[in-house]
């Protein structure tokens, strides 16, 4: 029998849901706490010392990202000094707040990797001196995981790890002077606080993140010092603890490299947000409205999960959390309507994770992609805005077609709906008063700032404070919402009206959020200041305003209710990033071993190999990869450890296989799949909390919410090929265009992969359909068939090639030459033509001159700077292929085939529901 912690997780889910359809509250509360902030609930003065520790992080992070330090020329901290006081908290109160051993399994990790790491250390040291001291630590860790602890206090010798891992961590803090004079000659205290650092990271690891993430940064590490003994194509000279000390710990190349500096500067203010809005009500008034709108329809609570989880996903970072918040008010709703333990189970989970992909937060990785793509935040956004609002437009549609198949009705409604022409009139003049709103806030608040310069930031929280007391005032005059209980007899949905207007004002932090990210464009970390600071003046307000509007009196009660609630707030906020901390200090372990090993040039060398060559094989293998990896690693700490290893290698190779591929199309590839991670068996750790929630099998859970999810795991291949759906290079009016057949395509690959159309589909029809979608998501694919996109040319006629090309177009160059490493390589560039008359002129502009040696071309020089450098040409490639573009017919009237094959299923299979009602009618 397995010790693997999901699999025990699995099991007491099923024993203690049996017979109750699910875990109460209490268990619920504990199931995220084990999973997100900690599994031990410590009361009396440790406690609270334990909250002291928590609020003084939150505090630090808010004092780091505000404007006053510079202001008073007092608390300013650089870069890596700030890192290192989070990292501290991070790690004190990991080993606070988890306790030491959660299975046989993880007790043995524990024990193992100390000793492991100890004894790896004391073989790379170069002379073998002063390293007796390296044993007493892999043992001091050993006896302090032998020992245990118990959930309910913390023994010494935990506050002993505690402790020195925090001190390890301020190190660079603390000696950033003297540390900054002797980069890359460390001295022996340097060795033995790295030493001691990286042992209690991976220990802080496996307590607050499980196994997985602590046994993949120690095989980097056993790589990095073993290189020499690995396999010939991935071998390296091997690095000794001089260079792994200094890389790993004391630069920021390691541990305190890119990833804990963006879980520093932007996640935890993003966290912290989310938190203090979820505090305030946000969270309970989202899925409120959601019921509200939707509850009625078939399958209604489904489609209402799937919306109130796209909302919470706004907030919240943890698709637990997620699953758990939401879960227990829609999954017993759910299953009242007609859908089964497991598929209630499994709709949560592919709607709560999908949360991780939604902007503006997308779990972290928009941030870091941001640093890793290097383009602006607000790219980040845009291009990967479009995908998620597809797959959850797809997710309902699932949902419904779910419905259609058991013959669901919705919950009932409190109140006579009105004529559809009433509805549907009413809907339109609210879409027209939203967007009349929004242009008038964007155009009557954008003259602002140039007119009044130094005063506009008071003049535009005056305007946000008038427009916050009114929405209050409206939703003092409906009843507070409460959630019904789900498990009553008779549930009746919420009206709509009042519940919307209940709330309107939580949505007022959110606009100082996208506004100074889009609108004012500030950094993430600025933006989330601001709009974390709103947050708090509601949360300390909203209650007695309230109060005062309904005239209820007791306003002290109602104040100190208020700064309870940002209390709990700011300590909620910084216990989530607990695992967040963690997981980006121990992933810079596994990018340092990468950029110090050069294993990513390797790797590229191996996948080749496996793939022969072939992209979407490439693709395969690191979707794969991303799945394996992601079955134990939480989402960002995946994205981090694949986009390091895997991302360099789909462009290298895709540019030498002629498919030039964005970057930023790569990293949401691989972060999409890193997110399947949380849904697939048997480590699913969302779908066991939905499980737990449920009382259905954790497994069938999972595999029915793989099956769900299967139109986002379609997603990113089709956007490394198209990469319009990304937005890129397109206009507005294309951009609405592609979305609409995007979400169509979308919607037909969703009743392919469901079996259901507007009847039971048959296995033609589901063929069919899939060619369709395939054909609306590509049509370029069938086009490029018909009439081939680009015609090739001699090497030697490069030339009349480029005066054949129009400004503006690019001309494709396959050229063959050396690596950086020396090795020769083969790829294909992309030579944009902007300007000239003649061909030469054209070449020249673009950074290029040649010359011929016989019947062979090379490239005799290539300008600095020029779109040729950009495209990755330098001198002394040898030309190998030219392909010029030639003009091609629209690759939309693919559509016209795709409409006929989609007019020709609707037309099958409404003549067999039409024959299925005459029948029903003459029985």
């Known amino acids: 029998m397995t010790d693997d912690p999901n699999q025990h997780q699995a099991a007491r889910v099923e024993n203690e849901a049996a017979g109750r359809g699910g875990l109460d509250q209490s268990e619920l509360d504990e199931l995220v706490a084990s999973a997100d902030t900690g599994g031990r609930n410590v009361a009396g003065p440790v406690g609270k010392f334990l909250m002291l520790v928590a609020l003084a992080w939150s505090l630090f992070q808010l004092w780091i990202a505000s404007p006053i330090p510079f202001i008073v020329g007092w608390g300013v901290f650089n870069d890596t000094e700030s890192r290192s006081i989070h990292l501290a908290f991070a790690i004190f109160l990991a080993f606070a707040a988890f306790p030491a051993t959660r299975s046989k399994f993880q007790l043995g990790l524990g024990i193992v990797i100390p000793v492991l790491l100890s004894y790896l250390f004391i073989l790379s040291s170069k002379d073998g001196t002063a390293i007796w001291w390296i044993p007493i630590v892999g043992l001091a860790v050993v006896a302090a995981v032998i020992a245990g602890s118990p959930k309910n206090r913390v023994p010494f010798w935990e506050w002993a790890l505690a402790i020195v891992g925090a001190a390890a961590a301020l190190y660079l803090f603390v000696y950033y002077s003297d540390i900054s004079g002797r980069v890359g000659a460390p001295i022996m205290q340097d060795f033995v606080v790295s030493v001691i650092g990286i042992i209690l990271l991976l220990e802080a690891t496996r307590r607050a993140l499980g ?114 918040t939401t879960g227990t008010f829609t999954i017993p709703l759910m299953k009242k309507v007609g859908f089964s333990s497991e598929k209630a189970g499994a709709v949560e989970v592919a709607s709560s994770v999908n949360g991780q992909i939604m902007p503006p937060v997308m779990g972290a990785a928009a941030f870091l992609m941001v640093e890793y793509v290097g383009i602006p935040y607000f790219d980040v956004v845009k291009h990967a805005f479009l995908p998620a609002v597809i797959s959850y437009i797809a997710l309902v549609y699932i949902v419904h077609l779910e419905a259609l198949k058991a013959g669901m009705k919705g919950l009932e409604r409190p109140y006579e709906p009105k004529p559809i022409i009433q509805r549907l009139i009413g809907f339109a003049f609210g879409v027209a008063f939203i967007c009349a709103l929004s242009f008038l806030v964007y155009y009557g608040m954008g003259w602002i700032r140039p007119v009044f310069p130094v005063a506009a930031p008071y003049i535009i929280f005056t305007a946000l404070t008038a427009a916050y007391i009114g929405l209050l005032y409206i939703a003092s005059k409906e009843e507070p919402l409460k959630l019904d209980d789900p498990n009553a007899a008779v549930t009746k949905l919420p009206l709509p009206g009042p519940t919307v207007r209940s709330g309107l004002h939580f949505i007022l932090p ?73 997981a980006t200090a121990t992933a810079g372990i596994i990018v340092g071993a990468v950029s110090q090993t050069g294993v990513g040039s390797a790797l590229a060398d191996v996948v080749e190999v496996l793939s022969g060559g072939n992209i979407l094989a490439i693709l395969f293998l690191t979707a794969i990869l991303s799945l394996i990896l992601g079955m134990g690693l939480p989402t960002t700490a995946n994205y981090i450890v694949v986009s390091a290893l895997l991302a360099p290698v789909i462009v290298t190779l895709g540019q030498q296989n002629g498919l030039i591929v964005p970057l930023i199309a790569v990293h949401l590839f691989v972060f999409y799949f890193g997110i399947m991670a949380d849904v697939t068996p048997p480590v699913g750790l969302a779908s066991f909390a939905a499980a737990a929630v449920s009382g259905g099998d954790p497994i069938k859970t999972g595999v029915i919410a793989f099956f769900y999810s299967l139109r986002t795991a379609a997603l990113p291949f089709l956007f490394i090929f198209n990469t319009e759906l990304l937005l890129i290079n397109v206009t507005m009016v294309q951009g609405i265009f592609v979305f609409i057949v995007a979400t169509v395509a979308m919607l037909l690959f ?91 002129e054209k070449l020249e502009n673009a950074g290029l001159t040649f010359r011929d040696e016989g019947d062979k071309m090379f490239i005799d020089d290539v300008a600095f700077g020029s779109p040729a450098a950009e495209a990755g040409l330098d001198w002394d490639q040898e030309v190998l292929r030219v392909l010029k573009p030639v003009p091609q017919p629209s690759k939309y009237l693919m559509f016209i085939p795709a409409l006929i094959l989609l007019a020709l299923v609707v037309f099958l299979q409404r003549g067999r529901n039409t024959r299925a009602s005459r029948k029903t009618a003459h029985a």
């Open 510 to 582: 959110v606009v100082v959020l996208v506004w100074a990210l889009m609108v004012d464009r500030l950094s993430p970390g600025l933006s989330a200041f601001w709009a974390t600071m709103y947050m708090i003046f509601i949360l300390m307000t909203q209650r007695p305003l309230m109060a005062m509007m309904r005239g209820e009196g007791q306003m002290g009660a109602r104040i100190k209710e208020g700064a309870t609630d940002l209390l709990e707030g700011l300590v909620v906020g910084a216990r989530n990033m607990i695992g967040i901390g963690i």
């Open 211 to 324: 196994p997985a993430l602590m046994i993949v940064a120690t095989l980097f590490l056993v790589y990095t010092i073993l290189g020499p003994q690995m396999p010939s194509i991935i071998a390296h000279k091997g690095n000794n603890l001089s260079e792994i000390v200094n890389h790993q710990w004391i630069t920021t190349e390691g541990v305190f490299g890119i990833a804990l500096g963006v879980s520093t500067s932007f996640v935890f203010l993003f966290v912290l947000f989310g938190s203090l809005l979820d505090r305030a009500g946000a969270g309970n008034y989202f899925i409120q409205v959601a019921f509200s709108l939707m509850g009625h329809m078939k399958g209604g609570p489904a489609k209402a999960a799937v919306v109130s989880s796209a909302m919470t996903g706004l907030i919240s970072g943890s698709s637990i959390a997620n699953v758990v």
């Open 750 to 840: 969703a009743a392919a992969t469901q079996g259901w159309f507007l009847a039971r589909n048959r296995f033609y029809e589901t063929i069919l359909l899939l060619l369709i979608a395939f054909t609306l998501f590509r049509p370029g694919f069938w086009m490029d068939m018909v009439s081939a996109p680009y015609l090739e040319e001699e090497p030697a006629a490069i030339t009349q090639a480029a005066a054949d090309t129009d400004i503006g177009q690019t001309l494709r160059v396959r050229v063959a030459g050396l690596n950086d490493l020396g090795d020769p390589i083969e790829f294909v560039a992309l030579v944009p033509i902007t300007e000239g008359t003649t061909g030469e």
